[in-house]
């Protein structure tokens, strides 16, 4: 999805001034997908909750493989020179030790779940302390990849969800949605607000077309990906019907992964990155995604 994205940048745009890696780490951000109004609303309509998993889990690895590679090319675009097997190392390193510090902490819930047992306060203090410190160690002290770090702890737990009170889950599940409402809604206003300040007095006709063409092409690509895997997904036993290939097509929605990294563009100052240009163009882009998918994703699921 990077690539093809960054390919349609760079051949077919041809954005002034752009580079290479301009255009893989605008291919980065834009891959970075947020399906949370999309699952809500399956949820709301009563559709398949292994269609709903599928596009969470999806987004999940998504947005943990787009910031891995949003900060390989930052690092590179500001002038780190690295070999081919450096970049493979660093990879490896960032992509493989995330989950492996978030199994590990999950591991060590799980006996602190199982020795609280019953105390509410003591399991959801648990779960949510193990949540950022786990981020913070991947982050600031291993350099791995926090998100997947934090991903992983959360898959961890799942398999291991007995250890927690059955007179405690339904509580704790309410908890964790609440907090992810309320972050998802800080990151749109905070991010919102900011680059819109930005976007509104720079960005011109051009900008507008290209996200229109740049929207259009992305839904294509999104689209031949799930054809192509979709053999694969059938075999694992999802058994995915056309209506499901096109309701994942159409839940491709860019939203707090990717404005969040727009911000760090536009508060770059890396050399040649030029924040303004990259960073009006994928705000111009979510902006659409945003008003479209968000206000008509009723309809594919009702087909």
């Known amino acids: ?30 891959s970075a997908t947020d399906p949370v109004a999309v699952v809500a609303i399956m949820k709301d309509l009563g559709a398949s909750k292994r ?25 590179k675009i500001e002038g780190h020179e690295k070999t081919a097997l450096e970049i493979i190392k660093q990879v490896i390193w960032v992509a493989g030790g995330g989950p492996v510090v978030g199994y590990l902490m999950g591991q060590l819930d799980v006996f602190l779940l199982q020795w609280a ?61 609440a907090l992810a409402f309320l972050a998802n809604t800080s990151i749109f206003a905070i991010c919102g607000t900011t680059v819109t300040r930005k976007v509104l007095f720079t960005a011109d006709t051009q900008d507008a077309i290209y996200a229109i063409l740049l929207y259009i092409a992305t839904q294509v690509i999104r689209a031949l990906a799930f054809i192509m895997f979709a053999p694969v997904l059938r075999r694992l036993g999802y058994g995915l019907t056309w209506k499901d290939g ?16 727009a911000l760090i563009i536009f508060r770059s100052e890396v050399p040649g990155l030029t924040p303004q240009s990259v960073g009006n163009k994928v705000s111009t882009f979510l902006y659409l995604t945003v008003t479209t998918e968000y206000t008509v994703s009723h309809p594919p699921e009702c087909w």
């Open 1 to 30: 999805m990077t690539a093809l994205l960054a390919a349609t940048a760079h051949y077919v745009f041809k954005y002034e001034g752009w580079t290479w890696d301009i255009a893989w780490l605008f291919g980065a951000v834009l």
């Open 51 to 75: 269609l709903g998993l599928l596009i969470e889990g999806e987004s999940m690895l998504n947005d943990g493989s787009a910031i891995v590679l949003f900060e390989i090319l930052i690092d």
């Open 117 to 177: 047992f019953n105390d509410s306060l003591a399991e959801i203090t648990i779960t949510i302390t193990s949540a950022y410190v786990v981020f913070i160690v991947a982050e600031n002290v291993l350099r791995v990849s926090p998100v997947l770090a934090v991903v992983m702890l959360g898959v961890t737990l799942s398999n291991n969800k007995t250890s927690i009170s059955p007179e405690i889950e339904v509580t704790l599940h309410n908890f964790w949605e």
């Open 246 to 261: 096109l309701v994942c097509t159409w839940s491709g929605l860019r939203g707090a992964v990717g404005l969040a990294l």
